[in-house]
T-cell receptor, first 114, second 111 residues
Framework: EAQVTQNPRYLITVTGKKLTVTCSQNMNHEYMSWYRQDPGLGLRQIYYSMNVEVTDKGDVPEGYKVSRKEKRNFPLILESPSPNQTSLYFC????WGTGNEKLFFGSGTQLSVL | TQLLEQSPQFLSIQEGENLTVYCNSSSVFSSLQWYRQEPGEGPVLLVTVVTGGEVKKLKRLTFQFGDARKDSSLHITAAQPGDTGLYLCAGGGSSASKIIFGSGTRLSIRP
């Protein structure tokens, strides 16, 4: 089954404790992206990747890191989480990232930073 | 900066009524997508429109892309409780990979 898998689904942590949210897709997609979703603000892009070892900033990259060492994986790293990073996070992938294609989303990771 | 504004933000109507949701921008988009998101899940694509003036139908849902490719609308005929969810529009910009999402319309259909 074609899917984007995120882990964990729920995460509660404390300020400053490094964490990683994993994302994996099994569709051989070139393009992967991370979004955060906050009430009234829709989905805002954090980082995206057009291919292995190619990443770029989205609209809200501060406080986040990503890496794309393998085509299927695109982890999101919070080196020193802060309470304003409490949010619902989604990973997505598509074939080329042109904006005309279907974006496949994971089921989300609800992060709470205390 | 490209922005997509959706209206209304919230909509609660009775089963069987018709409704229209709007997605507007001052920028031109190469394509416009509509997604539906249910609680606890990621958004799922409903439709993509790429040509100005294009109209697409998906059962009781009708999607239209504005002639100038700056706006789009979603019309639902005879709404059903299963239509409940968050509807998001997303625009494809001039640069590859830059996909902008609107803030969403939360739709509730009362039985």
């Amino acid at each position: 089954e074609a899917q984007v898998t995120q882990n964990p689904r729920y995460l509660i942590t404390v300020t400053g404790k490094k964490l990683t949210v994993t994302c994996s897709q099994n569709m051989n997609h070139e393009y992967m992206s991370w979004y955060r979703q906050d009430p009234g603000l829709g989905l805002r892009q954090i980082y995206y990747s057009m291919n292995v070892e190619v990443t770029d900033k989205g609209d809200v990259p501060e406080g986040y890191k990503v890496s794309r060492k393998e085509k299927r994986n695109f982890p999101l790293i919070l080196e020193s989480p802060s309470p304003n990073q409490t949010s619902l996070y989604f990973c997505a992938s598509s074939l080329w990232g042109t904006g005309n294609e279907k974006l496949f989303f994971g089921s989300g990771t609800q992060l709470s930073v205390l | 900066t490209q922005l997509l504004e959706q209206s209304p933000q919230f909509l609660s109507i009775q089963e069987g009524e018709n409704l229209t949701v709007y997605c507007n921008s001052s920028s031109v988009f190469s394509s416009l997508q509509w997604y539906r998101q249910e609680p606890g899940e990621g958004p799922v694509l409903l439709v993509t429109v790429v040509t100005g003036g294009e109209v697409k139908k998906l059962k009781r849902l009708t999607f239209q892309f504005g002639d100038a490719r700056k706006d789009s609308s979603l019309h639902i005929t005879a709404a059903q409780p299963g239509d409940t969810g968050l509807y998001l529009c997303a625009g494809g910009g001039s640069s590859a990979s830059k996909i902008i999402f609107g803030s969403g319309t939360r739709l509730s259909i009362r039985p």
